[in-house]
T-cell receptor
């Protein structure tokens, strides 16, 4: 069965650089969620999109932005990277914004040096 | 507010049953989830339960929901070494008509011979 695809799987950047993470939801899923998981932490909600519109916003820094495209894939853009941005970034998708199972991708491990 | 609490560690012997407990605060949560995360890996959806159910069984997994006490548990029968992982409980939290997942801190399950 198709799963959520994230790319890249690993990314190394230096402070003050920018990074773009991509997420391809399960086919026919219209909702995408982004989570950040720091070392030893539980995943923290960043932002979500339903039908290409932002549906909810969590603890996403102003330096980050995201969007969902017409093919439902989503990109998380991160600028002026800081050491504290080093984390595992998960994308999840679901069918419908209100309910239903949310399936997570394998994550992108971002390391900021 | 939204908060999910779990005990941090559980150690069981191979072949025994494991019970991982979770309490949540949002009584409007419609779905409650259990995710498994192996070291360095993504979040794998194990099972989820709709809030009008009090039990759900799926092979070796049994989920019990006590809505009155806002208590959720995951029982793994015949625990195997491959079950060693971190297990996250998550509730749904509604915001602006859409929902997001709020995770607990995760319970690290260690299975020993």
């Amino acid at each position: 069965a198709a799963g959520v695809i994230q790319s890249p799987r690993h990314l190394i950047k230096e402070k003050r650089e920018t990074a773009t993470l991509k997420c391809y939801p399960i086919p026919r899923h219209d909702t995408v969620y982004w989570y950040q998981q720091g070392p030893g932490q539980d995943p923290q909600f960043l932002i979500s999109f339903y039908e290409k519109m932002q549906s909810d916003k969590g603890s996403i820094p102003d330096r980050f932005s995201a969007q969902q495209f017409s093919d439902y894939h989503s990109e998380l853009n991160m600028s002026s990277l800081e050491l504290g941005d080093s984390a595992l970034y998960f994308c999840a998708s679901s069918l419908g914004g209100l309910a239903g199972a949310k399936f997570f991708g394998p994550g992108t491990r971002l390391t900021v040096l | 507010g939204e908060d999910v609490e779990q005990s941090l560690f559980l150690s069981v012997r191979e072949g025994d049953s494991s019970v991982i407990n979770c309490t949540y605060t949002d009584s409007s949560s419609t779905y409650l989830y259990w995710y498994k995360q192996e070291p360095g890996a993504g979040l794998q959806l194990l099972t989820y339960i709709f809030s009008n159910m009090d039990m759900k069984q799926d092979q070796r997994l049994t989920v019990l929901l006590n809505k009155k006490d806002k208590h959720l548990s995951l029982r793994i029968a015949d625990t195997q070494t491959g079950d060693s992982a971190i297990y996250f409980c998550a509730e749904t939290a509604f915001s602006g008509g859409y929902n997001k997942l709020i995770f607990g801190a995760g319970t690290r399950l260690a299975v020993h011979p």
